[in-house]
């Protein structure tokens, strides 16, 4: 067998249908598309249309819903798993890494489920006030590198300054 003997399974290769190309294409007149209505037509339908009947989006409010871009993503690990791993030392996101736990494409969180006996020395993104309490009640320190922002009332109980008064 040489180069010049290779060719393609039958069935393989078939030439592109040329739409609307006269009646003796096999695809013209109507060029594929039935006759009337409006799939038939030239240009695009709404994305949603159900052709005048009332849309789902309109019928079930919460089947439009919407995508927080801004949303994070976090590598999640409760408590109650880093009692299992007994891991010595500082624990951190690389040594849950190194251990298999977490990857290291998101930020970690530490929750509260589970019960924690040892003192750890923990540092990570972000810590449930649950999971700070059991840590800290074990003889653990917490580390918070990223804590969340405290909005309204709470922010300004958590300054220890008093609001201005007006008047």
């Given amino acids: ?10 069935g393989a290769k078939t030439n592109r249908r ?3 190309r006269g009646t ?6 109507t060029a594929g598309k039935g006759t009337k209505g409006q799939q038939a037509r030239s240009g695009l339908t709404r ?16 089947k439009r819903g919407f995508t927080n871009h ?9 408590v109650g798993r880093l009692e299992e791993l007994e891991l010595e030392g500082l624990v951190d996101q690389t040594t849950l890494a190194r251990a298999g736990v977490v990857d290291m494409h998101h930020p970690l969180k530490i929750l509260g489920e589970g019960e924690i006996t040892r003192a750890i020395q923990l540092r990570a993104d972000r ?4 999971a700070k309490a059991k840590i ?8 918070e590198l990223k804590p969340r922002k405290v909005k309204g009332a709470a922010a300004e109980a958590a300054t ?8």
């Fill in 47 to 62: 994305r949603g249309f159900e052709g005048g009947q009332i849309s789902i989006a309109k019928r079930m409010p919460y």
């Fill in 127 to 130: 810590v449930s006030a649950s």
């Fill in 24 to 29: 003796g294409s096999g695809q013209g007149t």
């Fill in 70 to 78: 801004f949303r994070v993503e976090f590598a999640v690990v409760n």
């Fill in 160 to 167: 220890d300054e008093p609001a201005p008064s007006e008047g």
């Fill in 136 to 143: 800290e009640a074990a003889g653990g320190s917490v580390e």
């Fill in 18 to 20: 040329r739409i609307g």
């Fill in 1 to 10: 067998m040489q180069q010049h003997d290779l060719r393609p399974n039958p």
